[in-house]
T-cell receptor, first 112, second 112 residues
Framework: DAGVIQSPRHEVTEMGQEVTLRCKPISGHDYLFWYRQTMMRGLELLIYFNNNVPIDDSGMPEDRFSAKMPNASFSTLKIQPSEPRDSAVYFC??????????FGPGTRLLVL | QKEVEQNSGPLSVPEGAIASLNCTYSDRGSQSFFWYRQYSGKSPELIMFIYSNGDKEDGRFTAQLNKASQYVSLLIRDSQPSDSATYLCAVNRVQGAQKLVFGQGTRLTINP
């Protein structure tokens, strides 16, 4: 199995620009998670989906953040407009009905 | 009180010794417990999960769970320099990995 795939791996953008992060979960997994990791706040859950439906988005920091999962093999996390404080590593993870979460390699975002 | 607490370290252990990593959690209803290892600049990688009180062994790793005292620990026997990483404890209220709450992580250094 290829594991969780994320793109891009690195993103540098200017404040105010739209940023779109992409994720392909492990085939057959029912759950998909978006996390953000910073030194100050650690690993934070932003939102998660079950069978393509958003279940809990209470971790999404602001309306500038949105996430979609149009099908079982693809999800996006969008930030519009981006701000310097959004700079972080964004991870996507997936899991089956039971069992552990498996993380993708992450997208390192820098907003100037 | 944080939901999941870990000593941030750094924890320094000589090569060949036993490294002991501890994690406490506040929600008595927690059912599943996970240990992830994260190398600098990489994504979290699952090491072990445990659901029942007691010990669970996998190679050089042993996870210990005490629900009455609300702590879970990870022991690494015969520590190697390659074990140097940050170790993240994660907890969930149900069996399975949905909506994990992560601790801040303990940075472990194995000294040759």
């Amino acid at each position: 199995d290829a594991g969780v795939i994320q793109s891009p791996r690195h993103e540098v953008t200017e404040m105010g620009q739209e940023v779109t992060l992409r994720c392909k979960p492990i085939s057959g997994h029912d759950y998909l998670f978006w996390y953000r990791q910073t030194m100050m706040r650690g690993l934070e859950l932003l939102i998660y989906f079950n069978n393509n439906v958003p279940i809990d988005d209470s971790g999404m920091p602001e309306d500038r953040f949105s996430a979609k999962m149009p099908n079982a093999s693809f999800s996006t996390l969008k930030i519009q407009p981006s701000e310097p404080r959004d700079s972080a590593v964004y991870f996507c993870a997936s899991s089956g009905l039971v069992g552990p979460q498996y993380f993708g390699p992450g997208t390192r975002l820098l907003v100037l | 009180q944080k939901e999941v607490e870990q000593n941030s370290g750094p924890l320094s252990v000589p090569e060949g010794a036993i490294a002991s990593l501890n994690c406490t959690y506040s929600d008595r209803g927690s059912q599943s417990f996970f240990w992830y290892r994260q190398y600098s600049g990489k994504s979290p990688e699952l090491i072990m999960f445990i659901y029942s009180n007691g010990d669970k062994e996998d190679g050089r790793f042993t996870a210990q769970l005490n629900k009455a005292s609300q702590y879970v620990s990870l022991l690494i026997r015969d520590s190697q320099p390659s074990d140097s990483a940050t170790y993240l404890c994660a907890v969930n209220r149900v069996q399975g990995a949905q909506k994990l709450v992560f601790g801040q992580g303990t940075r472990l250094t194995i000294n040759p």
